[in-house]
Nanobody, 125 residues
Framework: QVQLETSGGGLVQPGDSLRLSCTASGSTFSSIAVGWFRQAPGKEREFVATISRNAASTYYQDSVKGRFTISRDNAKNTVYLQMNSLKPEDTAVYYC??????????????????WGQGTQVTVSS
């Protein structure tokens, strides 16, 4: 069982930056891939970024490439999502998710077994 705690959201202006954190419980963190997803009001949950268990592979949604960076610190059981040059269309609740052990990084929500509680990101002037 993995429990995820998400933090770092807030209200920012267009062009600003935020860093989201996802901290996991348990000793299996280094064996799991972690993804970030987001859900805006009235829309389906969508993939944002994912990182493999050893950080060798990262993947991004096209709309965030070059602006968002996913990273992880396995010693701290934490994955980060650095978000720069934020736009109003980035406004959503952001969720982190953990795969089952030894699964690859994936953009599909069905490949993730554990989900954090979500953190609100609002980009508005």
């Amino acid at each position: 069982q993995v429990q995820l705690e998400t933090s770092g959201g807030g209200l920012v202006q267009p062009g600003d930056s935020l860093r989201l954190s996802c901290t996991a419980s348990g000793s299996t963190f280094s064996s799991i891939a972690v993804g970030w997803f987001r859900q805006a009001p009235g829309k389906e949950r969508e993939f944002v970024a994912t990182i493999s268990r050893n950080a060798a592979s990262t993947y991004y949604q096209d709309s965030v490439k070059g602006r968002f960076t996913i990273s992880r610190d396995n010693a701290k059981n934490t994955v980060y999502l650095q978000m720069n040059s934020l736009k109003p269309e980035d406004t959503a609740v952001y969720y982190c998710a953990a795969s089952r052990p030894y699964s690859g990084a994936s953009a599909d929500t069905r490949d993730y077994d554990y989900w954090g509680q979500g953190t609100q990101v609002t980009v508005s002037s």
